[in-house]
């Protein structure tokens, strides 16, 4: 049965599991820990694996990571110390990171294999939550460091296929990431962004919506919204990967005065 594409918040850092006595987690990242909790019921069978894309990781040519289970990388600072003691210790996905890498090889892309890097916490933070039995294998494939939207959504493409074998392709970023700016007097700014980047994400024509994507520094309070693209990149391999599928919103929220989308494609 063929799965949808998604692109996730993976949220701020371990916040979900702050609390050492694993409580809930603060008021603010409970809606989007609902979210994450209801993903694997909400699609239409339980996917064979997961091939992600977390805004953590840059190569200069698309990587895919071939080892068969791995350690985390907790590449977040300041945070307790019990949240450096997470696990999430689901089995590496090789195969379906080798057929992810001959599908984008085979559109014409430069791709890379490798063994040794862990999962970063645009990993494991959100699978945690999602698959809390870690009885998912999971594979995770890099962003190219150029972080041009139309490689990215053409190599989603490339990786369609994928789909009909079971495969979760899952984007893990956040659709607004400024970190200097917090609090409620960005909410207005965080709203207009949000609206825009909505619209063009959901429109119901697929090339209009890759075209408008692929423009998105053009959309109102851009680069405010995004100074870095690196957690906005994530969604155009998913946008790419659903091909013709009808794209919605399936959660939006505020933290930290930002509005935070999420996206299903299929």
């Known amino acids: ?143 190219r460091k150029d972080l041009d939207p139309a490689a990215h959504i053409a190599i989603g493409l490339a990786l369609a296929p994928l789909r009909d074998e079971g495969v979760l392709i899952v984007g893990s970023g956040m659709s607004f990431h400024n970190l200097r700016a917090r609090g409620p007097q960005v909410t207005s700014v965080a709203d207009e962004w949000d609206a825009a980047l909505t619209g063009a994400v959901t429109d119901p024509d697929p090339a209009k919506r890759a075209a408008r994507v692929t423009r998105w520094e053009e959309l109102p309070h851009a680069r405010f919204a995004h100074p870095e693209a690196d957690h906005l990149l994530p969604l155009m391999v998913a946008l790419g990967a659903a091909g013709d599928d009808e794209a919605v919103r399936d959660y939006r929220d505020h933290v930290m005065g930002w509005a935070v989308s999420g996206y299903r494609f299929g």
Not at 44 to 57: E, F, N, Q, T
Not at 63 to 70: E, N, P, Y
């Open 1 to 143: 049965m063929r799965m949808p594409t998604l692109f996730i918040p993976h949220g701020g850092g371990p916040c979900f599991f702050m609390d050492p006595a694993g409580g809930p987690p603060d008021p603010m990242w409970r809606p989007m820990q609902a979210y994450l909790a209801g993903l694997i019921d909400s699609l239409p069978a339980r996917p064979k694996a997961i091939l992600m894309v977390s805004g953590h990781w840059e190569a200069d040519a698309v990587t895919v990571h071939v080892g068969d289970g791995q350690p985390m990388m907790f590449d977040y600072f300041g945070f307790p110390e019990h949240t450096y003691d997470l696990q999430w210790p689901a089995p590496g996905a090789p195969d379906v990171a080798r057929s992810a890498a001959a599908l984008i090889a085979g559109a014409g892309f430069d791709v890379r294999e490798e063994a040794s890097r862990g999962w970063d916490h645009g990993v494991f933070i959100p699978m945690m939550v999602a698959v809390p039995g870690a009885d998912i294998p999971l594979a995770q494939m890099s962003l």
